[in-house]
């Protein structure tokens, strides 16, 4: 059992509460959203809200291992994100060269093996060595993969998948009945997690409540946990909460009799 202790915002009573080992979420998906907010909050530039966002990943990232999560992936930039201003943009391509710069030795100190999803041929070169660079320094890590979806878009990544299988179609290698849920895994940028490759919970920070084209597919029987804290200001604590409610829920897959949240 993990125990932490939950403040109430209201009455500011403590309250202890237990986390069921045996049921930690083996995959997390979360959209960091809110770091614009709060760093208007704070009448801070926006970047400044990205950096302190990429600390929080930081201790996420070591606080999920700690917990026994198998797969963390982050909505660290959308193909929808190019929209931005130009100086934003830049910023935020220049995250994960600062990240991977500073912290690659202790992800490799927590065994945590970096994965990057999305369309990465088009992000500029210097990010694109820094992720290459992570994911063949931490290879050999055997714990946590540490998924960062990078210029990834849920309905981008289907269109691809689907491509591919009517290419395949067309060369006489498939056919169109064999076309089912699997097929369709094969094709999709989360193929290499294999059994973990659908988040059992996914959390939004920062109160919003859509999914903004992440994981489309993949969600389809995940628990939806919604946090009201900006990313910046999400923690351990935030995340062991999030685990908590995760754990009162009943996943039934579209049956009728409550199964356990284990798969
Ligand atoms: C959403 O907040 C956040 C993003 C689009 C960027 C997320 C990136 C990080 C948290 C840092 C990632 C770190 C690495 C290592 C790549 P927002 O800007 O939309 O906030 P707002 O809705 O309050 O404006």
Same mark, same amino acid.
């Given at each position: 059992?993990?125990?932490?202790?939950?403040?109430?915002?209201?009455?500011?009573?403590?309250?202890?509460?237990?986390?069921?080992?045996?049921?930690?979420?083996?995959?997390?998906?979360?959209?960091?959203?809110?770091?614009?907010? @709060?760093?208007?909050?704070?009448?801070?530039?926006?970047?400044?809200?990205? !950096?302190?966002?990429?600390?929080?990943?930081? $201790?996420?990232?070591?606080?999920?291992?700690?917990?026994?999560?198998?797969?963390?992936?982050?909505?660290?930039?959308?193909?929808?994100? @190019?929209?931005?201003?130009?100086?934003?943009?830049?910023?935020?391509?220049?995250?994960?060269?600062?990240? &991977?710069?500073?912290?690659?030795?202790?992800?490799?100190?927590?065994?945590?093996?970096? !994965?990057?999803?999305?369309?990465?041929?088009?992000?500029?070169?210097? /990010?694109?060595?820094?992720?290459?660079?992570?994911?063949?320094? $931490?290879? #050999?890590?055997?714990?946590?993969?540490?998924? &960062?979806?990078?210029?990834?878009?849920?309905?981008?990544?289907?269109? /691809?998948?689907?491509?591919?299988?009517?290419?395949?179609?067309?060369?006489?290698?498939?056919?169109?009945?064999?076309?089912?849920?699997?097929?369709?895994?094969?094709?999709?940028? /989360?193929?290499?997690?294999?059994?973990?490759?659908?988040? #059992?919970?996914?959390?939004?920070?920062?109160?919003?409540?859509?999914?903004?084209?992440?994981?489309? @597919?993949?969600?389809?029987?995940?628990?939806?946990?919604? /946090?009201?804290?900006? @990313?910046?200001?999400?923690?351990?604590?935030?995340?062991?909460?999030?685990?908590?409610?995760?754990?009162?829920?009943?996943?039934?897959?579209?049956?009728?009799?409550?199964?356990?949240? $284990?798969?």
């Amino acid at each position: 059992m993990f125990s932490f202790s939950k403040k109430d915002q209201v009455t500011g009573e403590v309250a202890e509460r237990q986390l069921d080992e045996q049921n930690i979420p083996a995959h997390i998906a979360i959209i960091m959203d809110g770091n614009g907010r @709060w760093a208007q909050q704070r009448h801070l530039p926006r970047i400044a809200g990205h !950096k302190q966002g990429m600390n929080t990943v930081k $201790t996420v990232a070591k606080a999920a291992s700690h917990l026994g999560v198998k797969v963390l992936t982050l909505y660290a930039f959308s193909t929808e994100n @190019w929209k931005r201003p130009t100086a934003e943009v830049n910023y935020l391509m220049k995250l994960p060269v600062d990240f &991977f710069g500073t912290f690659v030795p202790d992800l490799i100190k927590n065994n945590i093996r970096v !994965k990057v999803m999305g369309y990465t041929d088009q992000l500029p070169a210097a /990010t694109q060595k820094a992720v290459r660079d992570a994911i063949a320094d $931490t290879a #050999d890590c055997t714990g946590m993969v540490l998924n &960062f979806a990078l210029n990834y878009g849920g309905r981008a990544e289907i269109v /691809t998948a689907v491509q591919k299988l009517a290419q395949q179609v067309q060369a006489g290698t498939l056919t169109p009945d064999e076309i089912d849920d699997a097929a369709i895994d094969q094709q999709l940028m /989360t193929q290499d997690l294999g059994e973990l490759r659908d988040p #059992d919970l996914l959390i939004r920070t920062s109160g919003e409540e859509r999914l903004s084209n992440f994981m489309l @597919w993949q969600v389809a029987y995940s628990e939806f946990v919604f /946090t009201q804290q900006h @990313w910046p200001d999400f923690d351990q604590t935030a995340l062991e909460e999030a685990i908590y409610e995760y754990q009162q829920r009943h996943r039934r897959y579209g049956g009728l009799a409550p199964e356990p949240t $284990t798969k």
